[in-house]
């Protein structure tokens, strides 16, 4: 029961800590976040765990975690309400070439970041951008003005 | 197929909820010649888990224990444990024929002795093993208790 409720509370505990940490963390991470991130899988593994070597253990762990998440996306699925508090929502950085310094404020994105982001698909100058949309996942699209194209981080690695 | 597995892992879990996989504690006894004899033990554990066995002598008639008692159990059983401390600590103990046996010496006047074994199930055992704990006074064995600890790999 406890391996349970501990693998719960740490599913709670981390999609708290993946929502605030925001949406370009995701995407993106420097080498040292990349090693936080790998420490606090080892630390995790712990906490579940704790001294339970069984399988049974372990596959309790990882089955209460996938039920979770298989509950937070249906949940999204049946209710937009719902999906906005259990994922982040897409939000737009650039709309007809102006840039929303506000946005990316909140996003905690430099306008470095975006041109950089920008030059990655092909564009150089954000005049031509209908829209800049920084995705759920982190990573940002763009729509360009002058032809009906949209195109992604991920298309640069096609 | 999706719908099933779902189901099945509602199931999996909701077991490990209600404790079917442990960790779970027995407890069973014998009353014989006004000696009665009572251990607690893990009944169902899992790899690597804090397990506690526990046995208790006591008269049924309130009388003081005898100056010398001897607890023989199955050597076989406690090979699955790895032990954190027994306590107290036996007077003697020794191992014949597959027997460990653990002679104490109950301070004067006292009606019952707990005997305390802290222990961890080792990793690496994945079977359930059956054990048996017996009180024997002046070399007469008095009340035998069994028990089985189940192990959930």
Known sequence: MEIVLRATIIFWLLWVLLRVAGKRELAEMTPFEFIILMVMGDLIQQAVTEEDMSLTGGSLAVSTILLWTLLFSYLSYRSRRVASYLESAPVILVTDGRVDEDMLDIQRLSLDDLLDEARNVGIGDLGSVRWAVLEADGKISFVRTDRAETRSDDDTAA | ?153
Do not use: C, K
């Not at chain 2, 404790?19 to 690597?48: A, I, K």
């Not at chain 2, 526990?54 to 199955?74: H, K, T, Y």
């Not at chain 2, 305390?116 to 994945?126: C, E, G, K, V």
């Open chain 2, 1 to 153: 197929m999706r719908r099933v597995v779902v189901i099945l892992l509602l199931a999996f879990v909701a077991a490990g909820i209600l404790g079917v996989f442990g960790y779970r504690q027995g407890t069973t006894s014998v009353e014989s010649d006004r000696y009665r004899l009572e251990v607690s033990y893990p009944q169902v554990s899992r790899p690597g888990l804090p397990s506690n066995w526990e046995l208790r002598i006591g008269r049924a008639d309130g009388q003081p224990l005898p100056e010398v008692i001897e607890v023989v159990s199955e050597a076989s059983y406690f090979d699955i444990f790895d032990e954190n401390g027994l306590d107290p600590d036996p007077e003697r103990t020794w191992q014949e024929a597959g027997e460990l046996v653990w002679q104490f010496e109950p301070p004067d006047g006292s009606t019952g002795l707990v005997v305390t074994f802290d222990a961890r199930l080792q990793p690496n055992i994945h079977w359930s093993r059956s054990g048996s704990s017996t009180l024997r006074i002046d070399g007469r064995d008095v009340a035998t208790v069994s028990y089985r600890t189940r192990v959930v790999p």
